[in-house]
């Protein structure tokens, strides 16, 4: 009966480490695809999260860790931010008292980011300042928007277009979207508007990051709750999927001020890192669903929930 059970007991601690060997053979560096995003630290008290190391952060498909190959802050060497400020060329008159805010948050960047700003006009991004590290001449493209409603039928349309023309780079790269949210050529029914999804899956590709601040819209759409509501559900949908904040104002008319909405995303943009992961290898390209934690206490991390996967090849 002794010999029995020592046998036992060794055959189940072979087990056990034949087991071990799996998964640490698993998670061995090329045993997977390589992935790239940009994740975004979050304090859940305060503005300054810690700073968070390589080996505290964790990425899981499902229930299977991925073996994390880079953690680097998005600072010194690694600064470099590439951001344009995409404003709905349909939006009421009211957006006037907050391009001051514009203005100074553009000036207030740091020089290793370079601006471009764009308008959303009849379904593209009208470029008034390419990507530039002249802050005081990205400022200066900030104007007036048209104020004519329907002047962007769709503003999904115009942020596509702007992902689709923007040359890769070794960058962050962002957008803050100014709008409405409304999509006048689909309408305002559900979340599985095409238009939205396919912005979402434009930046997703591209590893752009969209961030949102809602503003009214030029006639009946400035002031109809329906409309408001969905534009910015699909602002905060927009938002969510790429990794980015929307600023949520409810239905109380446009916000007395953007400066708290422009001060929160210099903050998040000053607490960025570059996370490099092995992503289960896969026979055919397509979405992979994502969830990125950390040991570290306090702080939340950030990012798209989703990444495209190549085919293994």
């Known amino acids: 009966m002794g010999k029995f059970c020592f046998r ?143 002047a962007n039928a769709s503003p999904y349309f115009s942020l596509s277009d702007l992902v689709k023309r923007w040359p890769a780079s070794n960058a962050r790269r962002e957008v803050l979207m100014i709008s409405n949210g409304i999509d006048l050529y689909y309408g305002m029914w559900d979340l599985d508007d095409p238009y939205l999804q396919s912005a979402i899956d434009d930046a997703g590709k591209a590893g752009i990051i969209v961030s949102a601040i809602y503003t009214p819209g030029a006639g009946h759409f400035a002031h109809s709750y329906w409309e408001s509501y969905w534009g910015q559900m699909y602002l905060a949908e927009l938002a969510q999927k790429t990794g980015g904040e929307a600023y949520y104002i409810g239905f109380n008319g446009p916000p007395v001020s953007f400066a708290p909405y422009l001060q929160s995303l210099s903050e998040r943009l000053g607490h960025q890192y570059f996370l490099g992961f092995l992503a289960q290898p896969r026979n055919k390209a397509g979405w992979q669903h994502i969830r990125i934690t950390s040991e570290a206490q306090g702080v939340d991390l950030v990012s798209a929930g989703r990444v495209y996967v190549p085919a293994q090849e």
Request: aromatic share 4%; hydrophobic share 45%; proline share 5%.
């Open 8 to 150: 036992y007991i060794g055959l189940c601690t072979v087990a056990a480490l034949l087991a071990a060997a799996v998964a640490v053979a698993q998670q061995a560096p090329g045993a997977g695809t390589p992935v790239h995003l940009v994740v975004t630290a979050e304090a859940h008290k305060g503005n300054n999260p810690p700073e968070i190391n390589k080996g505290e952060v964790m990425v899981y498909e499902g229930k299977t860790r991925d073996t994390v190959t880079d953690w680097i802050p998005a600072t010194g060497d690694h600064a470099a931010l590439e951001l344009f400020i995409l404003i709905d060329d349909s939006s009421n008159a009211s957006l006037g008292s907050q391009l001051q805010d514009i203005k100074q948050f553009i000036g207030h960047q740091p020089q290793t980011t370079k601006i471009g700003v764009a308008y959303m006009q009849n379904g593209i991004a009208n470029i008034a300042a390419n990507l530039t590290d002249d802050h005081d001449a990205a400022a200066k493209a900030v104007r007036l928007p048209m104020g004519v409603g329907g």
